[in-house]
């Protein structure tokens, strides 16, 4: 049996006395004092009639509350964080797809989810931050009875959230505790976790990647995580100094942003005490990865997640090699490549990945459909198109759905990202499709130039044509002083074009 299956049980690992979160500027919150708060919300919700399998909507701002308001009541009830920028009319298509019996918010902030939830009846829950990092208490509610009552078994749902649809409506992914404490075990494994090591945390906490690998696993190892208001480029040096975490978990933009600011910082970077650097949520560029272990003097691991799976799928080896560009090795499901048929293909094949294993969804919620489409003989389809080398580690080669198809040659936006990358004079590259009217679709890159760096497009066509096939090479290149992000810090290929005004 494993150690820990529910959250409850995750949440028993901890030392009673050892910090479990912080906060700058905040005294922390032990794990003795976390378990209890876990309780106490746990109870508090079944006297307004909430239990396991209700569902919790919470809609708070990064930091300390974020954390331990997903943990307590989770560790009772369904959660549901969702991203505090919405409009009100996004808030009541969540609240009302999510079929919502509550809605947490902080007590007097002003939020349009409170405007929402009034609409459509959801009573809302002021979560009332106390003195200690992340502690709280709920108000509001009225009395009534809790169907299933108490703590949280294995099968019961944990969190839900939803996919980031592009171009379809967003599906509902359930996670149940079996799920997410697997997840928290394989990424704990995976860096070598034990209560000695802090996470700063700067990734959004409505997304699998803060909530998985900086919260749960970091409880989990009966660590500390350390949570800030978010990510803040200006701000992480001076984080880094006084909260002296030993690990870090953050999306690649964020990461390119630290490189920008790290020889100003060098005096910081020379006294921290970081044990290793994490990477998720999407691809690292390759000469990235090397500045970041070069500059900071510790490991950058790469790791593969995504919502359906909690989060964690493969990652690089801590100890052993880490291959730039490669997602590395198998680190909790099963992997395996698989042809459009359902039939899986041998090493060195490309294909799409696919997963199975205790951290994977049993299915999108009420959708038939997509679970047919998702599911071929156990194995969940992850969109992901990839392949095994000779050693075992996984290249994913592009997101299926993002292939540029130029007049039938197919070309991968990572690979070319990565040959952009390596340009000493760029900062950041994005390759997507841009429409054409001839071909179907052309290449297309936003790039940032590195400060005080000068580039003509003519020169990185240049540069790029000596490493990639004539098909390959951007036929239009735009230089942008941001890349536009989605909310957790993620480039959106899908509608770039669209989004620079090169349509039409």
């Known amino acids: 049996m494993p150690p820990f299956q529910t959250i409850p049980d ?27 708060l876990a309780e106490r919300t746990v109870a508090s919700l079944n006297r307004i009639g909430i239990g396991r399998g209700d569902r919790v909507a919470i809609v708070l701002p990064n930091g300390p509350e974020a954390a331990a308001a997903f943990v307590a009541i989770a560790a009772g009830a369904t959660t549901a964080p969702l991203n505090p920028a919405y409009r009100e009319d996004e808030f009541a298509f969540y609240l009302e797809d999510l079929r919502a019996r509550a809605l947490v918010a902080l007590k007097g902030a002003e939020t349009p989810a409170r405007a929402a939830a009034a609409r459509l009846g959801i009573p809302v829950l002021d979560l009332v931050p106390g003195a200690a990092a992340g502690d709280f208490t709920l108000e509001g509610g009225t009395q009534g009875r809790a169907a299933r009552p108490g703590l949280a078994e294995a099968d019961d749902v944990a969190l839900v959230l939803h996919t980031s649809g592009t171009t379809a409506r967003p599906k509902i992914v359930p996670l149940s505790h079996a799920n997410v404490t697997a997840s928290a075990r394989h990424i704990g494994a995976t860096l070598a976790l034990t209560p000695a090591d802090t ?42 100094d006084e909260e002296r975490p030993t690990w870090v978990t953050a999306v690649p ?10 020889e100003r910082n060098a005096e910081i970077i020379a006294r921290a005490r970081l044990r290793l650097l994490r990477s998720s949520s999407a691809s690292l560029p390759g000469p990235v990865m090397l500045a970041l272990e070069q500059t900071f003097g510790c490991p950058l691991v790469e790791s593969y997640g995504m919502t359906e799976a909690a989060h964690q799928m493969a990652s690089n080896p801590l100890a052993g090699p880490r291959k730039p560009g490669s997602v590395g090795l198998p680190a909790g499901p099963e992997i395996a490549i698989m042809d459009e048929a359902g ?72 690979e070319v990202d990565g040959v952009l990358s390596a340009h000493p004079a760029v900062a950041q590259a994005v390759t997507f499709a841009i429409p054409h009217p001839k071909l179907g679709e052309e290449v297309g890159a936003a790039i940032v130039l590195r400060d005080g760096a000068e580039l003509t497009e003519r020169e990185l066509r240049d540069f790029a044509s000596r490493h990639l096939a004539d098909f390959k090479v951007p036929r239009k290149v735009v230089f942008l002083a941001e890349i536009p992000k989605g909310a957790t810090g993620k480039l959106q290929r899908i509608g770039l074009a669209e989004k620079l005004g090169l349509v039409g």
């Open 10 to 36: 995750l949440l028993a690992q901890g030392a009673p006395a050892h910090p479990a979160i912080r906060a700058p500027g905040r005294p922390p919150l032990d794990h003795a004092g976390l378990r209890t």
């Open 253 to 262: 933009t964020m990461y390119q942003a630290i490189l920008a600011r790290a």
């Open 343 to 414: 039939a899986l293909l041998p090493q060195g094949a490309v294909g799409e990945v696919v997963i199975r294993g205790p951290n994977v969804t049993k299915g999108y919620e009420n959708n038939p459909d997509a679970n047919a489409k998702a599911f071929t003989e156990g194995w969940f389809r992850t969109g992901d198109q990839g392949s095994f080398d000779a050693q075992g580690y996984l290249t994913l080669t592009g997101r299926l759905k993002e292939l540029i198809n130029r007049g039938g040659e197919k070309v991968s936006p990572l």
């Open 199 to 240: 996470c700063l945390n700067i990734m959004p906490l409505f997304h699998i990647h803060g909530l998985m690998a900086a919260t749960l696993a970091s409880l989990g190892a009966g660590g500390t995580v350390d949570c800030t208001p978010g990510f803040d480029a200006l701000r992480f040096f001076r984080w880094l």
